[in-house]
């Protein structure tokens, strides 16, 4: 089957997560999925010893985390984002 | 015979089971059975009358619109027959046409509908309108079930007038739906279609967006929740010649290094028993079913959705099995035989020896729950055994009997016990144990209740003991849990938000709106949509608060502490506020509409995850050529060239669900009038070479999950 149009790609001023229109890099709800990540992290390098990126990994992996958290901790994992780089929408 | 000198009753009825049971518990061997077109109708004579029994087929009058067109705001109600109002109550013309035909020639009336306001509204209505206001001189009988008894005392003990204070108060409620519904739901469609986009049906009511509010808040929190971790030490001990499993005594540790710690110096410690605690639990019985609770136990045994466990406990009662089951009460009133419900219970095989049990010890009043409800008792079976049962129906039947025998049970007494072992460290491990001393009422309501029991090995104070292993368990916080249809109700009982008989019905319209999804709720991206649009431009509209004062004037009606217009008053003046703002922000909520809408197409045509270049999206898409459909990746401009082709028929939905053969997307597939078929949407899927080789639909199945 030929193909005749491109199936979408995230437009401009699109949640960098889940593509949907945003003032900033991410949507309302990424933002503050990614602010309570920061947040929280403290928590884990206290309580479990793990860094940023493992305790990314470990969150995106919980099947008690949220979807939202899951996203976004994904696609801080993937952009190699680092903590305290988060920007705000 | 003097026939036409007889004064002649038309007694009215809710239903038309409902009707053949009256008839024949006031007529018994002389009803005469006939037919006006499709409506059953049955003629008797008692105490000198006349008497015909009709039926209706619930409501054949509804809040419709003044005149015609498609206009908002709109508050000019009236009560039209409801043939008339929706399209699908077409059939309720003959029964309308065969009450007023019978009315035409009786002198007294009576209403015999379901005691609560949905039947009083529904007599009501009928008598103003189909009887041509022969509501004035109507009487009511008032039962709760349907047995010869209860029916008698009925009708012997008829009030002289309708219950007005019930009917108006179903009436401002209905009034009260229509007016909220029809303008939100009109002027959030309005707003959506002037954007230019097209057609899509979008609700929102009384009831209905504070509880999709209330959804989405906590759905909101499960998807935001980050688990923290923390740690349980256990240990497996022994103790007293016998082996326990017990914990750290103080609860969780916050630190793994500090658990890991705990669990290697306890490891292998000697300890000793350094405190017994002894006690009696007394566990009452239960109380007798109100309708949430009902619900919310077959919910938790069987699971059934609670509307289904409402139309089986209707269909119970029309069966006159149970008693009536749209009721909030948990009381059995001196009124009602129980010693005669349990004798007629002891003559089936199947609950003879518990019946006689309680019979025997002398119990004649059940324990009571503290809701009453002025109407109708708790649901209790009516001592009638059924001749034959579908199975949910049986197994409805069966839960509300147990549930009324485990009533009349004893407590039922555990005794629970915890030794307590201390360390030479200093650190103390807790055993738990509970063994049963009676098991009083759980006898009554098993299989649905067991005592769980955990026997702890003899020992006194001061043995010593040892901790065979201990360790360290890694655990989570967890989220909020999910709704079910029951905790929903359950909620929206807590916050008075609807009435017993409408709450299923509210969750019912959420899900075929598509605002929620699941047996545990989900709100869909349309449910949070739609919920950011009412929150943000009316907020009053998601109020519990409001929603629950307005539902307490709608009760003061009924108890006569309002009155009905100032209550619907009260009521417009809330929607046109609401209406007022709508039509400021109109082109504000189109848009932000429009955004939703969007995204919810967007959703229902993602598939998932590429598997190809595992970083795009599979969608439904279109050619522009020959307009077939086909599922793409949206990666192409990546390179990413996967492209299948997709069946062109039906309506298509992604299942959320992975192809276990080859990790690509599995697509449901709705033909009109056929079971969805579900299909893995990898044409070359090796599940599926009898559809390479272009035989269609075979092989679908194979690739399925």
Same mark, same amino acid.
């Given at each position: 089957?030929?193909?005749?149009?491109? @199936?979408?790609? @995230?437009?401009?001023?699109?949640?960098?997560?889940?593509?949907? @229109?945003?003032?900033?890099?991410?949507?309302?709800?990424?933002?503050?999925?990614?602010?309570?990540?920061?947040?929280?992290?403290?928590?884990?390098?206290? !309580?479990?010893?793990?860094?940023?990126?493992?305790?990314?990994? !470990?969150?995106?992996?919980?099947?008690?985390?949220?979807?939202?958290?899951?996203?976004?901790?994904?696609?801080?994992?993937?952009?190699?984002? !680092?903590?305290?780089?988060?920007?705000?929408? | 015979?003097?026939?036409?000198?007889?004064?002649?009753? &038309?007694?009215?009825?809710?239903?038309?089971?409902?009707?053949?049971?009256?008839?024949?518990?006031?007529?018994?061997?002389?009803?005469?059975?006939?037919?006006?077109?499709?409506?059953?109708?049955?003629?008797?004579? *008692?105490?000198? %009358?006349?008497?015909?029994?009709?039926?209706?087929?619930?409501?054949?009058?509804?809040?419709?619109?003044?005149?015609?067109?498609?206009?908002?705001?709109?508050?000019?109600?009236?009560?039209?027959?409801?043939?008339?109002?929706?399209?699908?109550?077409?059939?309720?013309?003959?029964?309308?046409?065969?009450?007023?035909?019978?009315?035409?020639?009786?002198?007294?009336?009576?209403?015999?509908?379901?005691?609560?306001?949905?039947?009083?509204?529904?007599?009501?209505?009928? /008598?103003?309108?189909?009887?041509?206001?022969?509501?004035?001189?109507?009487?009511?009988?008032?039962?709760?079930?349907?047995?010869?008894?209860?029916?008698?005392?009925?009708?012997?003990?008829?009030?002289?007038?309708?219950?007005?204070?019930?009917?108006?108060?179903?009436?401002?409620?209905?009034?009260?739906?229509?007016?909220?519904?029809?303008?939100?739901?009109?002027?959030?469609?309005?707003?959506?279609?002037?954007?230019?986009?097209?057609?899509?049906?979008?609700?929102?009511?009384?009831?209905?967006?504070?509880?999709?509010?209330?959804?989405?808040?906590?759905?909101?929190?499960?998807?935001?929740?980050?688990?923290?971790?923390?740690?349980?030490?256990?240990?497996?001990?022994?103790?007293?010649? $016998?082996?326990?499993?017990?914990? &750290?005594?103080?609860?969780?540790?916050?630190?793994?290094?500090?658990?890991?710690?705990?669990?290697?110096?306890?490891?292998?410690?000697?300890?000793?028993?350094?405190?017994?605690?002894?006690?009696?639990?007394?566990?009452?019985?239960?109380?007798?079913?109100?309708? $949430?609770?009902?619900?919310?136990?077959?919910?938790?045994?069987?699971?059934?959705?609670?509307?289904?466990?409402?139309?089986?406990?209707?269909?119970?009662?029309?069966?006159?099995?149970?008693?009536?089951?749209?009721?909030?009460?948990?009381?059995?009133?001196?009124?009602? #035989?129980?010693?005669?419900?349990?004798?007629?219970?002891?003559?089936?095989?199947?609950?003879?020896?518990?019946?006689?049990?309680?019979?025997?010890?002398?119990?004649?009043?059940?324990?009571?729950?503290?809701?009453?409800?002025?109407?109708?008792?708790?649901?209790?079976?009516?001592?009638?055994?059924?001749?034959?049962?579908?199975?949910?129906?049986?197994?409805?039947?069966?839960?509300?009997?147990?549930?009324?025998?485990?009533?009349?049970?004893?407590?039922?007494?555990?005794?629970?016990?915890?030794?307590? /072992?201390?360390?030479?460290?200093?650190?103390?491990?807790?055993?738990?144990? %509970?063994?049963?001393?009676?098991?009083?009422?759980?006898?009554?309501?098993?299989?649905?209740?067991?005592?769980?029991?955990?026997?702890?090995?003899?020992?006194?104070?001061?043995?010593?003991?040892?901790?065979?292993?201990?360790?360290?368990?890694?655990?989570?916080?967890?989220?909020?849990?999910?709704?079910?249809?029951?905790?929903?109700?359950?909620?929206?009982?807590? #916050?008075?938000?609807?009435? %017993?008989?409408?709450?299923?019905?509210?969750?019912?319209?959420?899900?075929?709106?598509?605002?929620?999804?699941?047996?545990?709720?989900?709100?869909?991206?349309?449910?949070?949509?739609?919920?950011?649009?009412?929150?943000?431009?009316?907020?009053?509209?998601?109020?519990?608060? *409001?929603?629950?004062? *307005?539902?307490?004037?709608?009760?003061?009606?009924?108890?006569?502490?309002?009155?009905?217009?100032?209550? =619907?008053?009260?009521?417009?003046? /809330?929607?046109?506020?609401?209406?007022?703002?709508?039509?400021?922000?109109?082109?504000?909520?189109?848009?932000? &509409?429009?955004?939703?809408?969007?995204?919810?197409?967007?959703?229902?045509?993602?598939?998932?995850?590429?598997?190809?270049?595992?970083?795009?999206?599979?969608?439904?898409?279109?050619?522009?050529?020959?307009?077939?459909?086909?599922?793409?990746?949206?990666?192409?401009?990546?390179?990413?060239?996967?492209?299948?082709?997709?069946?062109?028929?039906?309506?298509?939905?992604?299942?959320?669900?992975?192809?276990? =053969?080859?990790?690509?997307?599995?697509?449901?597939?709705?033909?009109?009038?056929?079971?969805?078929?579900?299909?893995?949407?990898? #044409?070359?899927?090796?599940? %599926?070479?009898?559809?390479?080789?272009?035989?269609?639909?075979?092989?679908?199945?194979?690739?399925?999950?």
């Amino acid at each position: 089957m030929g193909r005749s149009r491109d @199936p979408g790609s @995230p437009a401009m001023g699109a949640c960098a997560v889940c593509g949907s @229109p945003s003032g900033g890099s991410l949507c309302a709800r990424h933002a503050k999925a990614a602010r309570k990540i920061e947040a929280h992290f403290a928590t884990w390098r206290e !309580r479990a010893g793990v860094e940023w990126e493992e305790y990314l990994r !470990r969150v995106s992996e919980n099947d008690l985390s949220g979807a939202w958290i899951k996203e976004t901790a994904e696609y801080l994992l993937r952009s190699g984002m !680092r903590f305290g780089q988060i920007s705000k929408p | 015979m003097r026939r036409g000198s007889l004064e002649r009753q &038309l007694i009215i009825c809710e239903k038309p089971s409902a009707a053949e049971k009256i008839a024949f518990a006031l007529g018994g061997a002389g009803v005469r059975r006939s037919r006006r077109g499709k409506v059953p109708v049955y003629r008797f004579e *008692l105490e000198g %009358k006349e008497v015909t029994v009709v039926p209706s087929i619930g409501h054949l009058y509804a809040a419709a619109q003044q005149g015609p067109g498609w206009s908002f705001p709109m508050f000019s109600l009236v009560w039209a027959p409801i043939h008339e109002v929706e399209r699908r109550a077409s059939g309720s013309r003959a029964w309308i046409r065969a009450i007023s035909d019978l009315a035409a020639q009786a002198d007294s009336f009576v209403s015999a509908c379901d005691l609560d306001t949905e039947g009083s509204l529904i007599a009501y209505m009928i /008598l103003l309108h189909a009887c041509r206001g022969a509501d004035s001189r109507a009487r009511r009988m008032r039962f709760s079930t349907l047995t010869r008894q209860d029916l008698q005392a009925a009708y012997a003990g008829m009030t002289s007038t309708l219950d007005y204070g019930a009917a108006e108060a179903g009436k401002a409620r209905h009034e009260l739906d229509w007016i909220f519904g029809v303008n939100v739901s009109r002027a959030l469609m309005d707003s959506y279609s002037r954007t230019g986009s097209s057609f899509e049906v979008l609700s929102a009511g009384r009831v209905q967006s504070p509880v999709l509010y209330a959804l989405a808040k906590r759905e909101a929190a499960i998807r935001l929740h980050l688990p923290d971790p923390f740690w349980l030490i256990g240990a497996e001990a022994e103790v007293g010649g $016998g082996i326990v499993q017990a914990r &750290l005594r103080g609860g969780k540790v916050l630190s793994k290094r500090e658990g890991e710690e705990i669990a290697s110096r306890c490891s292998g410690a000697k300890a000793v028993v350094s405190r017994i605690t002894e006690r009696e639990v007394v566990i009452p019985p239960p109380f007798p079913f109100d309708l $949430g609770t009902l619900q919310s136990e077959a919910s938790r045994i069987f699971g059934f959705h609670p509307s289904r466990t409402q139309k089986i406990a209707e269909k119970l009662y029309l069966e006159a099995l149970i008693s009536y089951p749209r009721t909030a009460s948990q009381k059995i009133p001196p009124s009602i #035989n129980c010693v005669q419900i349990l004798r007629g219970l002891a003559g089936s095989d199947y609950y003879r020896e518990m019946a006689e049990e309680i019979l025997a010890s002398g119990r004649t009043r059940p324990r009571e729950g503290k809701k009453s409800d002025p109407a109708h008792p708790a649901i209790h079976p009516t001592g009638a055994l059924p001749r034959s049962i579908g199975r949910d129906e049986g197994k409805v039947y069966d839960l509300v009997v147990k549930r009324f025998l485990a009533a009349f049970g004893e407590a039922a007494v555990q005794a629970q016990a915890t030794i307590e /072992l201390e360390c030479s460290s200093g650190d103390v491990f807790v055993a738990d144990g %509970k063994a049963t001393k009676e098991d009083g009422w759980t006898r009554f309501y098993k299989p649905y209740a067991f005592l769980k029991e955990a026997l702890l090995p003899k020992a006194s104070v001061g043995d010593g003991a040892k901790i065979l292993t201990a360790w360290a368990e890694g655990r989570f916080t967890a989220p909020p849990p999910r709704f079910t249809a029951s905790s929903a109700i359950r909620f929206m009982e807590r #916050n008075g938000l609807g009435t %017993k008989s409408t709450r299923a019905e509210v969750l019912d319209t959420l899900y075929r709106r598509g605002y929620i999804d699941g047996w545990k709720i989900s709100v869909t991206e349309l449910g949070f949509g739609v919920t950011r649009i009412l929150k943000k431009f009316f907020p009053d509209l998601v109020s519990i608060e *409001l929603t629950r004062r *307005l539902e307490e004037e709608i009760e003061g009606i009924g108890s006569g502490e309002r009155r009905a217009t100032e209550v =619907v008053l009260k009521g417009i003046d /809330l929607a046109k506020g609401v209406c007022e703002k709508m039509i400021d922000k109109y082109e504000e909520v189109g848009d932000e &509409l429009s955004k939703v809408v969007r995204k919810l197409r967007e959703e229902r045509r993602t598939l998932g995850p590429c598997p190809e270049c595992k970083s795009g999206m599979l969608i439904i898409t279109h050619s522009r050529k020959s307009g077939k459909r086909f599922v793409g990746c949206n990666n192409y401009k990546n390179g990413c060239r996967v492209t299948m082709p997709l069946p062109q028929r039906g309506r298509i939905t992604p299942s959320k669900s992975t192809c276990k =053969v080859c990790g690509y997307p599995i697509i449901e597939v709705r033909g009109f009038g056929k079971r969805p078929w579900r299909l893995c949407v990898n #044409n070359r899927c090796g599940s %599926k070479g009898s559809w390479q080789r272009g035989s269609g639909k075979a092989g679908s199945e194979d690739g399925a999950e």
